[in-house]
């Protein structure tokens, strides 16, 4: 039997944490750095993956924005790209721009600090 894309993603036993794709360009640098800060501090199921699909490494597409219950860009050109599809749920900004290095301290903090703000905004 031949499973697809699809239904893998949403396989309920993945558990029940939110779900989190993190987006920024290629996927290499701001978004698996965001996807491992929020998975650490929040225990959120995150996957990685850029919007520019020339050189992406993992390319964003429909499987994956209905697999995320969050959808978080780092760019606001990203967030116009994707508001208007309606596979997307929740959508957030965090306004950081390409200029960071994997894993190094500024981003994390940064990400925290402008996910944080982000929440708050939502809940006010």
């Known amino acids: 039997m031949r499973i697809n894309r699809l239904y ?11 779900k989190v794709l993190c987006v920024c ?12 800060v929020l998975h650490r501090t929040y225990g959120y199921n995150t996957r990685a993956a850029g919007l520019t699909k020339e050189y992406a490494l993992i390319p964003v597409d ?9 959808v978080v860009v780092m760019e606001p050109w990203m967030y ?13 900004c965090l306004n950081i721009p390409d200029q960071y290095p994997y894993m190094v301290q500024e ?3 940064l990400i925290l600090e ?6 708050v905004k939502d809940n006010g």
Do not use: F, M
């Open 80 to 92: 116009q790209e994707l508001e208007s599809n309606e596979v997307v749920k929740h959508l957030i």
């Open 8 to 18: 893998t993603c949403k396989n309920p036993h993945q558990g029940d944490a939110r």
């Open 25 to 36: 360009s290629a996927g290499l640098l701001r978004s698996p750095t965001t996807a491992n």
């Open 62 to 70: 429909d499987v994956l924005l209905s697999w995320a219950d969050e």
């Open 107 to 109: 981003l994390q903090d």
């Open 114 to 119: 402008n996910y944080e703000k982000e929440k």
